[in-house]
């Protein structure tokens, strides 16, 4: 992927090519679920609010925790912080970890950031403007 | 001891030997675990039964569950 994408084409593009990845969600920097490949809200959130959960535990016990993969028998949870954003990802058992992972950061990183808005320009002061006529 | 018979027992004693560690292994990622990876690139890895995997995996179960 060169370019950025919308988060729904990002994630389709990653369960494309890693069929190991089942549920997915991107976490915007305002811990808003931003986009996913699960139709339902609630699903979105709960899996946003799990991973939100994993990493403050992590953070806790280990501080500057980047990326976490929690592996059970019955699958891995994955998450993936690139700065303020997020993503969470659950996957059939014994995955390949380091592929999952360099999947979930391309896809992160391939998102468009919502851009802040420019600053209005001031308009001239209208003193100058009435200096100049006077000169 | 013939060559032939030498030979047969290295082999055998090899594939025993590459025989259980591959069990080993697959033993090992059977068991349910949290890795951490830092900013700073290391990582560090807690089996179950740990204060930090028992904090984490019930987590994860919730939402493998759901």
């Given at each position: ?9 990002a ?73 303020e ?20 950061k ?27 006529a006077a000169? | ?19 259980s ?5 697959r ?26 995997a028992?904090?984490l ?10």
């Amino acid at each position: 992927m060169l370019g950025f994408v919308d988060a729904q084409q990002a994630i389709a593009d990653l369960t494309e090519i890693s069929p190991q990845v089942r549920d997915v969600v991107v976490i915007g920097a305002d811990g808003a679920p931003a986009g996913s490949n699960l139709d339902d809200a609630a699903a979105q959130q709960r899996l946003a609010d799990g991973a939100k959960q994993l990493v403050e535990a992590a953070e806790a016990m280990r501080p500057g925790v980047a990326q976490l993969e929690a592996a059970t028998l019955a699958g891995s949870v994955f998450v993936v912080r690139d700065g303020e954003r997020m993503i969470a990802a659950t996957t059939t058992p014994e995955p390949t970890v380091g592929l999952v992972f360099y999947d979930l950061k391309t896809c992160l990183r391939s998102i468009e950031q919502p851009k802040p808005k420019p600053a209005r320009r001031r308009a001239p002061a209208k003193k100058k403007e009435a200096e100049d006529a006077a000169s | 001891m013939p060559p032939r018979k030498l030979v047969t027992g290295v082999l055998l004693a090899a594939g025993s030997l590459a025989g259980s560690v591959l069990v080993r292994r697959r033993a090992a990622r059977r068991r349910e675990r949290v890795d951490f990876y830092a900013e700073d690139g290391s990582m560090h890895s807690f089996s179950e039964g740990t204060v930090e995997a028992d904090r984490l995996l019930p987590i994860a179960h919730d939402l493998l569950r759901a």
